[in-house]
């Protein structure tokens, strides 16, 4: 297969896609939802300054491009949800990394990454066929390989964030939680330590405090708010702090010595795994000594010996 075929393979699928998408965004061919219907009408019963309204962001660096497709990218994710494929997971998941990003938002992020991963592979064997090695067998593994590696990369990504955000959120909690210790032990209530704490520190904890205070001031209940995060976070001593928030709040307990033991307990937790960690980075520092300076003092003390035997022979 010849470089101009390629070519002219590539363009007629980029005129196929082109005119798919004129045909596909024909009002006849795409049925108005009963919520577009109804909009306008509804335009008059919203209170809130459209000023106020969030408008959207684009995910990527081709602003016009993505606003062409993105209602492509809204019926794809539609129809994926109709599967239920971790909606509720990835929503769980996006709130602890700290996104503000929706789940539509994610999925058509991950749609977009796989898709870069086809585009990728259709570069790879392009290439491939211009120089005569083309494989049907291989193509297809290929894009296909391209493509699941998009969308799992993407889910990695995701992963990584949360593991970074929980590991800045522990080690915070210690000063935070002393810092509210002190502030329920001058005579605030959990509710104004929290926002004190809030007011005068910076961080993911801090961010998370502030989230909480403005459930409760926009109407919710203390011990629900607090219990929300408690519900959508995985890290244990966290989990701990917060319910041992919601127990005082709803019962009255002290809490300043609680505060100050749990604050002690991340401490020594924390002390535990670096102890830990220097543990197995000194066994990995065991294989390049041994592997590698370890031969070489061998060797350099050894050929002088060989050398004079040689030469007494």
Same mark, same amino acid.
């Given at each position: /297969?010849?470089?101009? =075929?390629?070519?002219?393979?590539?363009?007629? %699928?980029?005129?196929?896609?082109?005119?798919?998408?004129?045909?596909?965004?024909?009002?006849?061919?795409?049925?108005?939802?009963?919520?577009?219907?109804?909009?306008?009408?509804?335009?008059?019963?919203?209170?809130?300054?459209?000023?106020?309204?969030?408008?959207?962001?684009?995910?990527?660096?081709?602003?016009?491009?993505?606003?062409?497709?993105?209602?492509?990218?809204? @019926?794809?994710?539609?129809?994926?949800?109709?599967?239920?494929?971790?909606?509720?997971?990835?929503?769980?998941?996006?709130?602890?990394?700290?996104? =503000?990003?929706?789940?539509?938002?994610?999925?058509?992020?991950?749609?977009?990454?796989?898709?870069?991963?086809? #585009?990728?592979?259709?570069?790879?064997?392009? #290439?491939?066929?211009?120089?005569?090695?083309?494989? $049907?067998?291989?193509?297809?593994?290929?894009?296909?390989?391209?493509?699941?590696?998009?969308?799992?990369?993407?889910?990695?990504?995701? +992963?990584?964030?949360?593991?970074?955000?929980?590991?800045?959120?522990?080690?915070?909690?210690?000063?935070?939680?002393?810092?509210?210790?002190?502030?329920?032990?001058?005579?605030?209530?959990?509710?104004?330590?929290?926002?004190?704490?809030?007011?005068?520190?910076?961080?993911?904890?801090?961010?998370?405090?502030?989230?909480?205070?403005?459930?409760?001031?926009? +109407?919710?209940?203390?011990?629900?708010?607090?219990?929300?995060?408690?519900?959508?976070?995985?890290?244990? $001593?966290?989990?701990?702090?917060?319910?041992?928030? #919601?127990?005082?709040?709803?019962?009255?307990?002290?809490?300043?010595? #609680?505060?100050?033991?749990?604050?002690?307990?991340?401490? @020594?937790?924390?002390?535990?795994?670096?102890?830990?960690?220097? +543990?197995?980075?000194?066994?990995?520092? /065991?294989?390049?000594?041994?592997?590698?300076?370890?031969?070489?003092?061998?060797?350099? %003390?050894?050929?002088?010996?060989?050398?004079?035997?040689?030469?007494?022979?």
């Amino acid at each position: /297969m010849s470089a101009s =075929t390629v070519l002219a393979a590539s363009c007629g %699928a980029v005129l196929a896609l082109g005119c798919w998408l004129i045909l596909k965004r024909l009002p006849f061919l795409r049925r108005m939802t009963f919520s577009d219907r109804i909009a306008p009408q509804l335009k008059s019963k919203r209170l809130e300054s459209r000023l106020l309204l969030s408008t959207e962001q684009d995910l990527t660096p081709f602003g016009s491009l993505e606003r062409i497709l993105r209602p492509f990218f809204r @019926d794809a994710v539609s129809f994926i949800s109709r599967f239920n494929i971790g909606t509720g997971a990835a929503a769980k998941r996006l709130a602890r990394s700290g996104s =503000t990003k929706s789940i539509l938002d994610f999925r058509v992020e991950q749609i977009l990454w796989s898709g870069g991963g086809l #585009v990728l592979a259709l570069l790879v064997i392009a #290439v491939r066929a211009a120089a005569g090695q083309f494989n $049907p067998a291989v193509s297809f593994v290929s894009v296909l390989g391209g493509t699941l590696s998009g969308y799992v990369l993407r889910d990695y990504v995701l +992963g990584q964030q949360i593991r970074r955000r929980e590991r800045r959120m522990l080690s915070e909690f210690p000063s935070l939680a002393e810092l509210m210790a002190l502030a329920v032990a001058a005579g605030e209530s959990a509710l104004g330590a929290m926002d004190r704490v809030s007011r005068s520190s910076q961080g993911e904890l801090s961010n998370e405090f502030a989230l909480i205070l403005a459930d409760a001031r926009s +109407g919710r209940p203390l011990p629900e708010a607090l219990q929300a995060f408690s519900t959508r976070s995985e890290l244990p $001593p966290l989990v701990r702090f917060f319910d041992g928030l #919601v127990v005082a709040v709803e019962r009255g307990t002290p809490l300043a010595e #609680v505060l100050r033991a749990q604050a002690a307990d991340v401490r @020594d937790a924390a002390k535990r795994e670096l102890m830990e960690s220097a +543990g197995r980075k000194e066994i990995a520092m /065991m294989v390049p000594l041994v592997f590698g300076v370890l031969p070489l003092t061998v060797l350099f %003390a050894a050929f002088p010996a060989v050398a004079a035997l040689q030469m007494s022979l």
